[in-house]
Each structure stands twice: as C-alpha cells, then as structure tokens.
C-alpha cells in the first residue's frame, strides 16, 4: 500500500494497481457525535458549548490542528479525491530546493516491522518548478499551505525566501533544518549556531510565519529548539526522522540505495513525545509535534506533551485521508472529556 501511495508522489519504482481505500468515515457536522443512548445531556453540552478545533501557530490560524508532514502529501493536488480536505489544519510541501533534485538511487523506502525508512534524498522540482507548476494548483486547494524551504548554504535559503515572499497567497513557511550544511558537514539544526544565524538571517527577509524544523538526532534538542524561537521563529516543529540503517543478510547489502535513511512511523512515536515534551516544558513557543501519529489517540499523547499543533506523516503514504479519522477521534475524545476547545488541552500531561 505504502508504494502506491509513493509512486503518486514521487518518481517511484514500484509500481502498483492497488488502490487506496477511501476513507469509510465521511466528515461528520458536529451533531453526529452525540451518540443515541446519551443523547440528552451531550446535546445540552454541545449546544452550551461549541466545539473548537481551531489552533493558532502565533498569527497562523488552523481550522484543526493537524497538518500533513512534508514529503509525504505531495503538493496536495496529487491526493484531491482522496482526502477531506477540511479536516486537514494544513498541508506542508515538500521540501524545495533552490534547483531541481532527482533524489538518491533506489531502493529509497524500506519498511521494517514497525516502521518506515526512507532516503528519497529531497527529489523535488525546484524553486522555479514549484513556482510555475506546483504553486498555482496548491493554492486553489481548499485548505491551508506551508511550504518547505530546504537547502545545503545559508545562500540557498535566502534565495528561497526572498522569492517566496513575493507570493502573496503563502502563509506560513516551515524551514527544513535537516538539511545538510556543506560547510559544516552536518545538519543546521545539529548546531545551535548555525540553527540561530540561520533562522535569524531568514526571519529579517520574511514576514511570513516561520515554522522551524528541526531534526531529533542532537544531544541536547532543548537548546537548538531554542535558539530558532531567540532568532525569530515563530514555531518549532519537531522531530524529523531519526537515523536508521538495514542490511539485508542474504545479498550483505544495505537495503537501502543510500546505504542509510531516515526512519519514521509508529517505531518512533515514543521517541518524539519525548523530545516534544523535553522542548514544551522549557520552551515557551508554538510546537508543531510528531514522529508516528497514526490515530487520534496518539495525536492526544502529544498535545498533552505540549504540541500546539501535530503532524502526520508517513501514515499519509498508507491511508492519506487519515486526518478526518483523527479528527473525529479528537471530537469524540473532547465529548467524552467535556472539553469545548482543544487549546485547554495543550499541555495538561498529568504528572
Ligand atoms: C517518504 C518521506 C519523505 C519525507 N520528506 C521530507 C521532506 O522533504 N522534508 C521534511 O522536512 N521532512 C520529510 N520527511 C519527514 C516527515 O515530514 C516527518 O517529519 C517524519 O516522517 C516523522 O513523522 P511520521 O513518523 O509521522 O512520518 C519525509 C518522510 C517520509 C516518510
């Protein structure tokens, strides 16, 4: 199933006929939560107090807080008739490069039991390719955008945002931090210098809301999430993948082309509550959280960490419309708890 979903979204190899099932949960209008045999007092509860989903990422406003990681949505338009899109907070790009990218040698996903590998190796059209064929259908979609900015210098970056705030229908950007630094031979975001120089020379080129996303795989998260909210971010988003490797025994080859990748989905959820949790606790700024959401339950784990807002990922590749199941798990899960806004929410880990 994960192929299919690739092969719609990259220039993927394997193909297959298989296709996606469309989601056997339509959105509901608020009124079919209320279930039969409680009827009475969960419709005085409802009517006394409407239910908001509605989020804020400082000036960003979501209508719910999920939003679809990026490179695992596309550029939205690949998934219109697979998705309800108004369940969706926003959907992120994937990341762009200053110039096109074909990504790195297959085989460039691999699925272990519990989780996901992947070195697609930032395939993407390109600053001008986005602009000329992605942009315009992005933003006729019926749903809020952000769009990820990578790059390998400071230059590149720049470059990026500079041309980017021209476009007056983009919102929010999310800067992808895991990129590697040619000059220093490593991620930004492993470097609390680079992080801040960077955030902060873009933050002076935009007035856009800056979203910061940062990789897990530091010492210590706490001061690289900070140093991007000191140089002007106005969220944090964490965590990308982690490192992983895999060898196939029989062949003694890395089953990946790359040889490693990063690794994502349900093996890594524990994972990134903890470094949401490490950053919410000492960091007073909008959080974007997630590393292996799949289902309402484990997008409540996070917001009770201290997510504003959480994003899912590879469970897109798998089933894309997943937000509108989380979101009514969300409603239900609200109903039940007698909660009215999913902002009391944030935060209200009990220890
Ligand atoms: C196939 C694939 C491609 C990805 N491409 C990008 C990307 O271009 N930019 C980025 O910031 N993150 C990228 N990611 C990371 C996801 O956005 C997300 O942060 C990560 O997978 C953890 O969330 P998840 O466990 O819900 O998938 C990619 C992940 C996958 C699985």
Redesign the pocket.
């Known amino acids: 199933m994960i192929h299919f979903a690739l092969s719609k979204l990259y220039h993927y190899p394997h193909k297959s006929k298989a296709k996606l099932p469309k989601n056997p949960l339509p959105a509901l209008p608020i009124i079919s939560i209320i279930d039969k045999t409680d009827f009475s007092r969960n419709w005085l509860f409802l009517v006394i107090k409407s239910m908001n989903l509605a989020v804020k990422l400082n000036n960003f406003e979501l209508p719910t807080p999920i939003i679809c ?4 949505f596309g550029y939205g338009e690949e998934l219109k008739g697979l998705v309800n899109f108004k369940n969706i907070g926003a959907i992120t790009t ?2 762009i490069t200053p110039q096109s990218r074909a990504g790195n040698p297959p085989p460039r996903i691999y699925e272990t039991e519990y989780g ?1 590998m ?1 070195s ?1 190796g ?1 395939e993407n059209p390109g600053l001008e390719g986005f602009l000329e064929e992605k942009l315009p259908k992005l933003v006729k979609l019926p749903v809020k955008s952000i769009v ?1 900015v990578g790059g390998f210098s400071q230059e590149d970056y720049e470059g990026i945002v500079k041309k980017l705030e021209n476009e007056k229908e983009i919102e929010a950007l999310e800067l ?1 931090l ?1 990129c590697p630094n040619i000059k220093m031979k490593k991620m930004f975001s492993q470097n609390k210098d680079a992080t801040y120089g960077l955030v902060k020379s873009l933050r002076a080129f935009t007035k856009k809301t800056l979203i910061v ?1 940062i990789t897990p795989e530091v010492e210590d998260i706490v001061e690289i999430a900070k140093a991007a909210r000191d140089a002007g971010a106005d969220a944090i988003s964490l ?3 982690f490192f992983a490797l895999g060898i196939n025994i029989e062949t003694k080859k890395p089953y990946l082309g790359s040889i490693y990748g ?1 690794y ?2 349900r093996a ?1 959820k524990p994972l990134a509550l903890y470094k949401v949790w490490q950053v919410a606790r000492n960091i007073d700024v909008p959080i974007v959280g ?4 799949e289902n309402a339950s484990d997008a409540i784990e996070f917001i009770l960490a201290g997510a504003a807002a959480i ?5 897109n590749l798998v089933y894309p419309n997943s937000a509108t199941d989380i979101v009514k798990g969300l409603k239900d899960y609200m109903k039940r708890k007698k909660i009215s806004d999913i902002n009391e929410l944030r935060g209200g880990m009990v220890s």
Do not use: Q, Y
């Open positions: 990681a990026s490179g695992t994937k990341t996901v992947n697609i930032l990820s992808n895991s996303k965590v990308n993948t990063g994502s989905s890594i997630g590393g292996g959401i994003s899912i990922g590879t469970i």
